[in-house]
């Protein structure tokens, strides 16, 4: 509830960084206006009107002590991320990585967020700057509305348009979906239950292929008919999220040294590794369905479900989801944020999520859950204090706002190229990354131990919601 004479921090965009941030400040005792366009207006991905809906995979990555993408979850965990909170609670088997079931997460965050009384949802659109009272947090993503993109490009050039810095304000690329299948539609004598290596549980479906249904299959992606092709020819696509096609062009052996590599799956009917394999990720806690890892899309829908079903154990297969592509944008952040990714003209217009450019689900959660104790600290006339470079959150952070990366600036994942250099004398890979992995904990549990006392969640907020 908000107290009489109290300012609000006004939130756009319900997406994962939107509602991290949101609960984040709630949390820290700040009353907090969130603005979400659905159901009023919907985009090109979205379904439903839930928030926080995850709109094309449902992993949200590496779960490994060993990977950035791990390293990247424990320190959220450490700092009180509601966002993993609620993965962790709709988990779905899926090997070494976070997979959740979208729905029930969607429905978890959403209640969190409707519940709290520290915030009010607004379900309208919000299409300029001007309509927004500061301080505000811009969490729209990287399907944001024409209106307000276009309110965000006239504010940014007020900060230093391309002409005078020879870098743009805004930049654009392509980002896909992967189609989603029934599960009682698979024929579970073609496909079987495996992990790679019989590691950890066996939580994926594998469809072998041989090599001449492999190639094949190959043949037929390159030759299906695609959609809006002179519009993606003009825009990159996202390096870590190329559409099957993309893959294909590149080659026809890329897919087996892709998402189709079958290393360590053995067909426990011949006994024997495929020549390739595609893999089937579950979609929710029922396993009522599957999503086929790594085919994201542009092929037109009639073409994905002839192609598709020609996947050994895909013959029948129901398709309740059809790939598609949208485009995504976001704000040359090195170029026209501060450090704190606040407006380099209005230090309490910050942004957070894939609109910083950042890439993937739980990065775009950690720039929401960073800015929301920015703006803590600068509201309580605190020192602003950032992850140290050497944390996975620090060298995510460096990424996006590190003004030597503005004129090449592309989205970018959490990963081992970020951090820091490990020491030079060390060849073992494994021993590097363990060590960057210890040095980094070490540091995070550092700096929350000397400045995190005050930026703790509110028990009220984790136990009572």
Same mark, same amino acid.
């Given at each position: 509830?908000?107290?009489?004479?109290?300012? !609000?921090?006004? /939130?756009?965009?319900?997406?994962?960084?939107?509602?991290?941030?949101?609960?984040?400040?709630?949390?820290?005792?700040?009353?907090?206006?969130?603005?979400?366009?659905?159901?009023?207006?919907?985009?090109?991905?979205?379904?439903?009107?839930?928030?926080? &809906?995850?709109?094309?995979?449902?992993?949200?990555?590496?779960? =490994? %002590?060993?990977?950035?993408?791990?390293?990247?979850?424990?320190?959220?965990? &450490?700092? $009180? =991320?509601?966002?993993?909170?609620?993965?962790?609670?709709?988990?779905?088997?899926?090997?070494?990585?976070?997979?959740?079931?979208?729905?029930?997460?969607?429905?978890?965050?959403?209640?969190?967020?409707?519940?709290?009384?520290?915030?009010?949802?607004?379900?309208?659109?919000?299409?300029?700057?001007? &309509?927004?009272?500061?301080?505000?947090?811009?969490?729209?993503?990287?399907?944001?509305?024409?209106?307000?993109?276009?309110?965000?490009?006239?504010?940014?050039?007020?900060?230093?348009?391309?002409?005078?810095? $020879?870098?743009?304000?805004? *930049?654009?690329?392509?980002?896909?979906?992967?189609?989603?299948?029934?599960?009682?539609?698979?024929? @579970?004598?073609?496909?079987?239950?495996?992990?790679?290596?019989? +590691?950890?549980?066996?939580?994926?479906?594998?469809?072998?292929?041989? +090599?001449?249904?492999?190639?094949?299959?190959?043949?037929?992606?390159?030759?299906?008919?695609? /959609?809006?092709?002179?519009?993606?020819?003009?825009?990159?696509?996202?390096?870590?999220?190329?559409?099957?096609?993309?893959?294909?062009?590149? $080659?026809?052996?890329?897919?087996?040294?892709? %998402?189709?590599?079958?290393? $360590?799956?053995?067909?426990?009917?011949?006994?024997?590794?495929? @020549?390739?394999?595609?893999?089937?990720?579950?979609?929710?806690?029922?396993?009522?369905?599957?999503?086929?890892?790594?085919?994201?899309?542009?092929?037109?829908?009639?073409?994905?479900?002839?192609?598709?079903?020609?996947?050994?154990?895909?013959?029948?297969?129901?398709?309740?989801?059809?790939?598609?592509?949208?485009?995504?944008?976001?704000?040359?952040?090195?170029?026209?944020? !501060?450090?704190?990714?606040?407006?380099?003209?209005?230090?309490?217009?910050?942004?957070?999520?894939?609109?910083?450019? /950042?890439?993937?689900?739980?990065?775009?959660?950690?720039?929401? *859950?960073?800015?929301?104790?920015?703006?803590?600290?600068?509201?309580?006339?605190?020192?602003?204090?950032?992850?140290?470079?050497?944390?996975?959150?620090?060298?995510?952070?460096?990424?996006?706002?590190?003004?030597?990366?503005?004129?090449?600036?592309?989205?970018?994942?959490?990963?081992?190229?970020?951090?820091?250099?490990?020491?030079?004398?060390?060849?073992?890979?494994?021993?590097?990354?363990?060590?960057?992995?210890?040095?980094?904990?070490?540091?995070?549990?550092?700096? *929350? =131990?000397?400045?995190? &006392?005050?930026? !703790?969640?509110?028990?009220?907020?984790?136990?009572?919601?």
């Amino acid at each position: 509830m908000k107290k009489q004479g109290e300012r !609000s921090i006004t /939130v756009v965009g319900g997406g994962l960084a939107g509602c991290e941030c949101a609960l984040q400040l709630a949390s820290f005792g700040h009353s907090v206006v969130l603005h979400e366009m659905r159901p009023q207006l919907t985009t090109p991905a979205h379904r439903t009107e839930q928030l926080a &809906e995850l709109v094309c995979s449902n992993s949200f990555g590496s779960l =490994s %002590p060993l990977s950035a993408p791990g390293q990247l979850k424990w320190e959220a965990r &450490e700092m $009180g =991320s509601f966002i993993l909170r609620a993965a962790e609670k709709t988990r779905v088997p899926a090997g070494q990585a976070l997979g959740l079931d979208r729905e029930q997460f969607a429905r978890q965050i959403t209640q969190w967020v409707e519940q709290h009384p520290r915030i009010e949802i607004r379900r309208s659109l919000v299409s300029s700057l001007e &309509e927004i009272p500061r301080p505000a947090v811009i969490a729209t993503g990287p399907l944001t509305h024409e209106a307000l993109a276009k309110s965000l490009q006239n504010h940014l050039d007020s900060v230093g348009g391309e002409a005078a810095t $020879g870098v743009a304000n805004f *930049l654009y690329f392509f980002d896909a979906i992967a189609p989603i299948v029934a599960a009682d539609s698979i024929d @579970y004598s073609v496909a079987w239950r495996a992990d790679r290596y019989d +590691k950890g549980t066996p939580d994926y479906l594998n469809c072998p292929l041989d +090599k001449d249904e492999y190639l094949r299959l190959v043949e037929e992606i390159g030759n299906g008919r695609k /959609v809006e092709a002179k519009a993606f020819e003009s825009t990159p696509f996202f390096e870590s999220c190329l559409p099957i096609e993309v893959m294909v062009e590149r $080659g026809p052996q890329t897919l087996r040294f892709g %998402p189709l590599k079958p290393v $360590g799956l053995r067909d426990p009917r011949t006994g024997r590794v495929p @020549y390739a394999v595609v893999q089937l990720r579950a979609e929710n806690l029922d396993r009522t369905c599957y999503n086929l890892v790594g085919f994201q899309t542009r092929l037109a829908y009639g073409e994905q479900t002839r192609i598709f079903r020609q996947i050994p154990g895909l013959a029948l297969a129901e398709f309740l989801k059809l790939g598609s592509m949208h485009r995504n944008l976001f704000v040359n952040s090195p170029a026209r944020l !501060s450090a704190d990714l606040s407006s380099r003209r209005d230090p309490l217009l910050f942004f957070a999520g894939q609109i910083t450019g /950042v890439e993937g689900y739980f990065e775009s959660t950690c720039t929401g *859950l960073l800015v929301a104790r920015f703006l803590h600290q600068k509201l309580t006339d605190q020192k602003v204090l950032f992850p140290p470079r050497e944390t996975a959150m620090g060298s995510l952070l460096h990424a996006i706002s590190d003004p030597l990366r503005a004129p090449h600036f592309q989205p970018t994942n959490i990963n081992f190229g970020l951090f820091p250099p490990a020491r030079d004398d060390i060849k073992d890979k494994t021993l590097r990354k363990e060590l960057q992995i210890e040095r980094a904990r070490n540091a995070m549990s550092t700096f *929350l =131990s000397a400045g995190g &006392e005050k930026l !703790s969640p509110s028990p009220l907020n984790l136990h009572n919601l």
